[in-house]
């Protein structure tokens, strides 16, 4: 397909493409290339500068096209030949309303982020990610539309990232998806120190919190187990439709009947916090997590799992009957395996079985009463407190 930008170029190929130009002008014949080894060469640094600096001007001139853009939008420069931007951007460049105001919005806060990636480029998704930032943290865009403030607390949020990713045992680098985190565990603006250094000091640190957490590092590079400090809570999970419409209308009840308009996060906070309050609460938890983490086998639950602390290359399996578990035939009866003084004479209402996998170690198998089963041996979610 021949878009009106490609038959704008037709028609002048006396313009030459400057940009095509630049890339290449300093980079050598590959045919002059040689593979080479050993120290590098002064001619084979010069290349390397050469080629790096290319690859630079790539990664910046999606977002240089932005304020390129920006300009001939502000100055109306397009007059001469189109009575509108969006006419313009069609013919001339091939590109649709959308695309090029995204460019436009983003090529500031590119330019911000641009030092803190080394030459590597800011790509579009950690522009994107970064936006609402601005947004929602920043004072407003000014008469040359820029939001310093904004944009400053968006390279802090990049750079808390950034620093969870360093601090970070595992091959990671920073992707819209760990932006993202970080943005969503941000404080609110308002519970933000008033002092600009502050401020930004405590989103970084909140941002990367968030991402060491996610990638699975200990926040402060310390003991994982270490309690830290509580700070404010941001859910973001999916909710079964029909509880969404059931907290719906808990929520339109309470604001009718105290008289108050009520958003559906206030109830739901409130719902945590008395169930927090409740002793019973965890242990009610733990049994929902358990009966709904299990495959229901008949009129058994079973939960396979690895067991934490074993040897690599055994499954174990924990399986569940309300009414207990019988020997099959010629098998002795079977019985708890609680090692007391006094047999446990209690219904064997679970089977334990550890699989060895990949080896030729038979499984082995233990059965135990409710009131005995070990720690170690309990499925995933089940409460032994």
Known sequence: MTTPATQHRNRRPDRPDRSAVTLVQDLPDLADVAEGTGALTAIERANLAAAETAIDTFHAAGWAAGQALAVIA??????????????????????????????????RLAACLAPATAGRGVTGSHVTSLLPVVKRYGAGRDEDGRDELGETTAEAVF????DAVRESALDRKVTAELLDVAVAALPEAAE????????????????????????????RGGDRTSKKKAGPLRLAVPVPEELTAELDDWTSQLSAGLGMTLSRDAVAARILELALEDPDAL???????????????????RWTWTPAGTARGYIRIAEHRAKGHKAGKNEPAIVCS????????????????NRPVGKTALPTTLHFCDEHLPGDCSPPGRWNG
Not at 194 to 212: F, N, T
Not at 283 to 301: F, K, N, Y
Not at 338 to 353: F, K, L, N
């Open 74 to 107: 502000k100055g109306n420069l397009h007059r001469d030949t189109h009575s509108t931007f969006p006419e313009y951007l069609w013919e001339r460049w091939g590109l649709k309303p959308s695309p090029a105001y995204r460019l436009m919005e983003g090529w």
């Open 192 to 219: 933000l120190p008033d002092d600009l250094a502050e401020r930004q000091k405590a989103v970084r640190e909140a941002a990367r919190e968030a991402v060491a957490s996610r990638i699975g590092e200990p926040a």
């Open 283 to 301: 242990v009610a938890v733990a049994q929902r997590i358990e009966s709904g983490s299990a495959e229901l086998v008949g009129a058994a639950r």
């Open 338 to 353: 609680e090692r007391g003084e006094d047999a446990c004479e209690e219904t064997p209402v679970w089977r334990v079985v």
């Open 159 to 162: 750079a808390g990232a950034q």
